[in-house]
């Protein structure tokens, strides 16, 4: 497995494996399955309910923990400082495990909900630089955060975003809050990579992958590490499960790089930070 850098001086593998509606006995195979075929990042959160899941699969694994990059999110409804302590306390007794790798906002309060938004983001993440303090959460992060997001929480934050995950895939790839990111040594998480599917059906990734003789899920995890980017594919299916994580011996052109740059949109899923929990409705 490849790691890549923190700005904390912690370091996160290259890809990782979500979790995203894997529940119960389908979620604790999955994720067993994942580790046996090499994956060692785990993206759950607590919004997806199989917390208790992802900790079962892990103990069930035989992996020692310390090998695992495991994440969680704080959900939207649990924002500011006690409750951003209480939900990660259900989180973790829910994993069943003494930490995590790394915490996440799982979306940032917003103007369109919340007058006093900057306030409540900066609650939210003192309670996670408490619990970092007391070393019950390796590194903490953000997720959804635009430009405007991450600039009002560094006006009082002590510690930097590690992380800023975000919807990241061939036609939707947020190449603004990307580039922001990467100057400022966050590290970007690409979120449903393969658009849920959506990159299956176009002929432009067909065609690239064909070249190389790999799949379109392939080549778009690829272009995704390419960018300096941790793409966290979901999959139920151990093939696919495979498939996803082999992706390191090849590497796409500077060509076929910007082909894919320049996609139209495709598979974008309509949530936006700025206007969440509304989406825009999508065909
Ligand atoms: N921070 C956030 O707000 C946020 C939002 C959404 C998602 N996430 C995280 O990102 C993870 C990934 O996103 P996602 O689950 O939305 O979507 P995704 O990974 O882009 O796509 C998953 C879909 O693709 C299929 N698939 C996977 N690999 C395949 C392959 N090699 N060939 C063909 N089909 C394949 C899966 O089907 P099968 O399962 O049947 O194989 C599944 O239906 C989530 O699970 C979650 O951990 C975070």
């Known amino acids: 497995m490849k790691y890549l850098k923190l700005n904390d001086g912690n370091q996160i593998p290259a890809i990782g494996f979500g979790t995203y509606k894997a529940t119960e006995e389908e979620g604790i195979e999955a994720v067993k399955t994942a580790l046996r075929n090499g994956y060692r990042l785990i993206d759950g959160a607590a919004k997806y309910e199989n917390e208790v899941a992802v900790g079962k699969a892990i103990k069930e694994s035989g992996i020692p923990r310390e090998e695992i990059f495991v994440t969680t999110k704080v959900w939207r409804e649990n924002l500011g400082y006690e409750n951003t302590k209480k939900a990660f306390e259900d989180s973790l007794q829910k994993l069943n495990l003494d930490d995590v790798d790394l915490y996440l906002i799982h979306w940032p309060a917003n103007a369109k909900n919340f007058e006093n938004w900057q306030e409540i983001n900066a609650e939210t993440w003192r309670a996670m630089e408490d ?152 065909e």
């Open 131 to 282: 619990l970092q303090k007391e070393g019950k959460i390796k590194s903490i992060g953000v997720s959804n955060f635009w430009v405007e997001h991450v600039e009002a929480l560094m006006k009082t934050a002590k510690v930097k975003p590690a992380i800023n995950q975000i919807e990241f895939h061939p036609g939707y790839w947020q190449p603004e809050v990307t580039e922001f990111c990467q100057k400022h040594g966050i590290v970007v998480e690409a979120w449903s990579p393969l658009a849920r599917g959506k990159v299956f059906e176009n002929e432009a990734l067909k065609k690239i992958a064909e070249n190389h003789g790999k799949s379109v899920s392939q080549i778009s995890l690829r272009w995704i590490v390419q960018h300096g980017v941790v793409p966290i594919p979901k999959s139920t299916t151990e093939e696919r499960i495979l498939d996803n994580i082999s992706i390191f011996d090849f590497e796409l052109n500077s060509d076929e790089m910007k082909t894919m740059n320049e996609l139209p949109e495709m598979g974008f899923s309509g949530e936006l930070p700025n206007i969440w929990p509304d989406r825009i409705p999508q």
